[in-house]
């Protein structure tokens, strides 16, 4: 711990981070708009168990107790998401201003708990109306997110610091769009193209909006950044870990940090006739400075040429234990390998660790949850960290997935991320070992 001492700055933020969907219930309450993850949590078969986000940790109610155990276990900063549809319930159209009222009194209590909120403006949850119109492969939603996006500067950025645009862009795409598995449930190479180019496109006028209004917070970009490994060194394996890498990490720095797609991936989706309609004057908007990036890192995965696969012509193969309750594996050092590669290709501003965490088969005896596997997993992943500042990265925050155990997507409630054990059937939130271990961390930091 005194070698991590040296490493990590006195300012460094250390939080944990949720998201609106998975954490506060209360889905029909005070004008709040339906979202599409709503619609997909109630069709048959989409979740695990029939499980919904309608109460979920029913932190709409109970986010001031939340907040006291954020103060408690030590931490400076918390990351969480505003919801589009509580602020316009139908996406664009007349404001809800009880939603905002809520943000505003979440904002205050963190402020007043010495806690420095992180708001992404969108972690997934798009109002279901604006699905209707077409979802992100209409292009005028970008502009009824800018609209939003102003909306809640005005309201909350004389005291927020720290903004986030999108929640890992990739993921959304990808399992909402080309393969079905999240919200709106699609699966369509034009459409997943498409909304890619839509999401960072709403992203360059969320930025624009923010920097009109001449707000003193910065103002970044999550990104879900795997670590891809050919399974042998040939050049067949090869080319297929560039492709996922293409799909999943690059086809988002890039045009973030060049100011281009990936020419690869670019002649690839030509050849397939899916690569999205980009305007003149797209790119220019979606590469404006940032502040900073977020990164969110789990897992590596060691890929394999597969020509059966349309497009990419790869897969992935089975991961390497030790996993956690996701079937992920434990790689630390691809946390490190991840943070000196952003340094060493795309760009020199500010990173933050905006999510990192693993789900445990937890079980609570006694009041609280033996989880030693989380305490190792954190203890290395931070171990990590520390060896990317050591070697010059400028890594700014780390916050861990998640404060809470929560509506894990697909997953339901069936997998458990929380340093904090929540009992769905009473609320009652129970330390886990893991929580009261980052307690004595972050006291001996000080």
Not at 118 to 128: F, I, K, R
Request: proline share 6%.
């Amino acid at each position: 711990m005194s070698t991590m001492k040296s490493l990590f700055p006195p300012d460094f933020l250390w939080g944990t981070a949720t998201a609106s969907y998975q954490i506060e219930g209360a889905v029909n309450e005070d004008g709040r708009g339906l979202s599409i993850w709503d619609t997909f949590s109630h069709t048959p078969g989409k979740i695990a168990n029939g499980d919904t986000g309608d109460v979920a940790c029913d932190h709409y109610h109970r986010y001031a107790s939340d907040i006291h155990i954020m103060k408690e276990i030590g931490l400076n900063a918390y990351r969480t998401s505003i919801a589009w549809s509580r602020i316009f319930p139908d996406g664009k159209g007349p404001l809800n201003r009880k939603g905002l009222d809520f943000y505003d009194r979440l904002t205050d209590t963190l402020l007043n708990a010495g806690i420095q909120p992180m708001y992404t403006l969108y972690h997934w949850d798009l109002p279901a109306s604006l699905q209707a119109e077409g979802g992100w492969a209409n292009r005028d939603l970008t502009q009824y997110f800018r609209d939003y996006c102003a909306v809640v500067f005005r309201h909350l950025g004389d005291r927020v610091r720290y903004w986030i645009t999108l929640n890992e862009p990739s993921v959304h795409t990808n399992e909402g769009h080309l393969y079905g598995t999240h919200a709106p449930g699609l699966s369509d190479w034009k459409t997943a193209t498409r909304t890619a180019h839509h999401l960072l496109l709403a992203h360059g006028l969320a930025i624009q909006a923010f920097r009109e209004g001449g707000y003193p917070g910065s103002l970044g970009i999550t990104l879900n950044i795997n670590y891809f490994e050919p399974v042998g060194d040939t050049e067949e394996h090869r080319r297929a870990a560039q492709s996922v890498d293409g799909l999943w990490n690059r086809w988002y720095l890039d045009p973030l940090f060049k100011q281009r797609y990936p020419a690869d991936m670019w002649e690839l989706y030509q050849n397939h006739g899916i690569a999205p309609p980009v305007q003149a004057g797209d790119l220019e908007l979606i590469s404006q400075s940032l502040d900073f990036l977020g990164i969110n890192y789990y897992f590596r995965e060691i890929i394999h040429a597969d020509p059966a696969v349309p497009v990419l012509e790869a897969a992935a193969g089975d991961p390497v234990p030790p996993l956690t309750a996701m079937g992920w594996e434990i790689f630390p050092d691809g946390l490190y390998r991840v943070l000196t590669r952003i340094k060493r290709e795309y760009t020199d501003i500010p990173l933050y660790i905006t999510e990192n965490g693993a789900a445990f088969p937890d079980v609570l005896r006694n009041g609280t949850v033996e989880d030693p596997q989380r305490i190792d997993y954190l203890k290395r992943h931070f171990q990590a960290a520390a060896q990317a500042i050591a070697d010059g990265v400028d890594l700014r925050g780390y916050f861990i997935w998640s404060l809470l155990d929560n509506f894990e997507w697909a997953c339901g409630y069936g997998k458990r991320f929380g340093l904090i054990y929540v009992d769905y059937p009473s609320q009652q939130r129970y330390w886990k070992q893991s929580a009261h271990w980052l307690k004595d961390f972050l006291a001996n930091l000080r």
